[in-house]
């Protein structure tokens, strides 16, 4: 399990950009470089605080996903929860081929 720097808009892109650098984009081929697999995140009204990933966060964090080629899971009881509108999009909505759960 890898930590990564959140703020009072959750995960902080370039904290995750930081901790992926450790790797190559083509090492997810390699089972041998034990490259993330997986990010799991619970992006809108986490408790305690009820802080949300912005729009830009999750395009950020989803494009990480494709260079370094790991599944985004999702976790989100609390979308209808969100008070700002217009409501972020989910991880779900921007998924182009097939990495989020």
């Known amino acids: 399990m890898i930590n990564v720097s959140s703020d009072e808009h959750r ?3 370039d904290s995750l950009r930081e901790t992926l650098s450790k790797w ?3 090492d997810s081929k390699d089972p041998e470089k034990n490259t993330p697999k997986f990010l799991y995140t619970v992006p809108n009204c986490n408790n305690p605080a009820g802080n949300s990933l912005t729009a ?3 395009r950020e964090i989803y494009e ?3 260079k370094y080629d790991f599944l ?3 976790d989100d009881p609390y979308y209808f929860l969100q008070f700002n509108k217009p ?3 989910t991880f ?3 998924d182009v081929d097939g990495r989020v759960i």
């Open 11 to 13: 995960i902080i892109p």
């Open 24 to 26: 190559k984009p083509e």
């Open 56 to 58: 830009e966060r999750k």
């Open 64 to 66: 990480l996903a494709r």
């Open 72 to 74: 985004i899971i999702e």
């Open 87 to 89: 409501w972020a999009p």
């Open 92 to 94: 779900l909505s921007m």
